[in-house]
């Protein structure tokens, strides 16, 4: 079993940031790409961004593309998400998840193990 723990949410006025981080334990090893995915009241689930193992490619989603960005940190097994200039449609409760499988990186089908959420709630 994996457990991802969400972190850093909160709430903050249109154009500031937060930086959630997702710190995995249990059965983490293996090279596992993670990805962030966000859910606002009444709406689907969506993918946000992704990283590979390594770091070295990254994706997003083009609504957050140029004001967020992941990372990772594979010696703390945690993944970040810094979200700058952030904007009341950004309001959503933001999953961090392991991808098991290859694709797109923007399926929610390409992830197993979820975390169970963090409130990001930015208002006008």
């Known amino acids: 079993q994996v457990q991802l723990v969400e972190s850093g949410g909160g709430s903050v006025q249109a154009g500031g940031s937060l930086r959630l981080s997702c710190a995995a334990s249990?059965?983490?090893?293996?090279?596992?790409?993670r990805g962030w995915f966000r859910q606002a009241p009444g709406k689907e689930r969506e993918f946000v961004a992704a990283?590979?193992?390594?770091?070295?490619?990254?994706y997003y989603a083009d609504s957050v593309k140029g004001r967020f960005t992941i990372s990772r940190d594979n010696v703390k097994n945690t993944v970040y998400l810094q979200m700058n200039s952030l904007k009341p449609e950004d309001t959503a409760v933001y999953y961090c998840?392991?991808?098991?499988?290859?694709?797109?990186?923007?399926?929610?089908?390409?992830?197993?193990?979820w975390g169970q959420g963090t409130q990001v709630t930015v208002s006008s």
């Open positions: 998840a392991r991808r098991y499988t290859s694709g797109t990186y923007y399926s929610r089908g390409e992830y197993d193990y």
């Open positions: 249990g059965r983490t090893f293996g090279s596992y790409a």
């Open positions: 990283i590979s193992w390594s770091g070295s490619s990254t």
